[in-house]
């Protein structure tokens, strides 16, 4: 297994991959001035990957209000993208690299899996400039970040870059 080289402090790759409904987007474009949660997930088929991202939908809520953004990049297809976004009930964007074009600049290349060749399970805290604020490596489940360390990294960002944080 490989790891990702991307740490706090430095600015993440602006990914250009189509969306979930097959849209090229940039992941710049999708923070919109806002802290971004950005989630690399093996796929649908994962039950580990099933279980994190309805605990995203979760918190979807609270995130639009709050004004944080999630993104979740994988190596589904658009189409297989559009179906687990609808059963899970998200309303955050997914990005498809069904291509596998970023597994090897990431670092993310999950390689004890040769049948799907996923993304790492790793979730990444982002500035809106797409600078990392903290990285979460989750092969083993419990690296992953829970919806509190979510919330204290995107208060910690939010604080930082909102002028009137303190009125």
Do not use: N
């Not at 940039?26 to 001035?33: D, F, K, N, T």
């Not at 806002?34 to 809520?61: I, M």
């Not at 809106?128 to 903290?134: G, K, S």
């Amino acid at each position: 297994m490989t790891g990702s080289t991307l740490t706090p402090g430095e600015r993440f790759p602006d990914l250009e991959l189509p969306d979930h409904e097959g849209r090229p987007r940039r992941l710049a474009e999708l923070p919109g001035g806002d802290p971004l949660v950005l989630c690399f997930s093996r796929g649908w088929w994962c039950p580990k990957e099933q279980r994190f991202l309805r605990g995203l939908v979760a918190l979807q809520d609270e995130l639009e209000v709050a004004y944080a953004r999630i993104v979740v990049v994988s190596v589904d297809p658009p189409e297989v993208q559009a179906a687990f976004r609808a059963g899970l009930g998200a309303r955050f964007a997914f990005l498809s690299d069904a291509e596998r074009r970023w597994l090897g600049p990431l670092g993310l290349e999950e390689t004890t899996d040769t049948k799907h060749r996923p993304y790492q399970p790793f979730v990444f805290t982002l500035r809106p400039d797409l600078t990392i604020h903290a990285a979460y490596p989750g092969y083993w489940y419990l690296g992953r970040p829970t919806l509190e360390e979510l919330r204290l990294d995107l208060r910690t960002i939010s604080r930082a870059i909102r002028p009137d944080w303190e009125l």
